[in-house]
Structures are given as structure tokens and as C-alpha cells.
């Protein structure tokens, strides 16, 4: 029997981990990930809501992420 365990906190996971990790960290990881992640393809596994995700996937030619 499966039980959906993550799906209540993804409404507001994004804003929860923020306030936890704190928005300057959030930012700071952002903005590396920017600036070292490849042009190529990228394969991210454990993305989560995709909150890292879109910081650098505008700089890849190709971005899967589950």
C-alpha cells in the first residue's frame, strides 16, 4: 500500500525551506549553481519542486529532472 508522504508539503515546501535554510543561503546556492552547471545536458535526480532546478537550467541546452 503506498502512501503519499511528500505530497501535503509541496504546496509550501519552497517557502518552508527558505525560511529554514534562510533566503541569503537559498540565493547563494542559486546563484553558483548558475555560474558552475554546464551548458550540455543535465540529468538532476531528486529535484524536489525543481527550487535549484530553475536557477541553472536556463543555461543548459537540456535539462531532465525527476
Request: charged share 15%.
Given at each position: 500500500m503506498s502512501k503519499?508522504?511528500?505530497?501535503?508539503?509541496a504546496g509550501t515546501y519552497d517557502?518552508?525551506?527558505t525560511y529554514?535554510?534562510?533566503a541569503d543561503l537559498i540565493s547563494a546556492i542559486q546563484a553558483?549553481?548558475?555560474?558552475?552547471?554546464?551548458?550540455?545536458?543535465v540529468v538532476e535526480r531528486g529535484c524536489g519542486t525543481g527550487l535549484y532546478t530553475?536557477?541553472?537550467?536556463?543555461?543548459?541546452s537540456q535539462v531532465i529532472a525527476t
Open positions: 503519499d508522504l511528500w505530497g501535503p508539503l517557502v518552508d525551506h529554514v535554510a534562510g553558483k549553481l548558475a555560474d558552475t552547471m554546464p551548458a550540455g545536458n530553475r536557477a541553472y537550467a536556463p543555461h543548459c
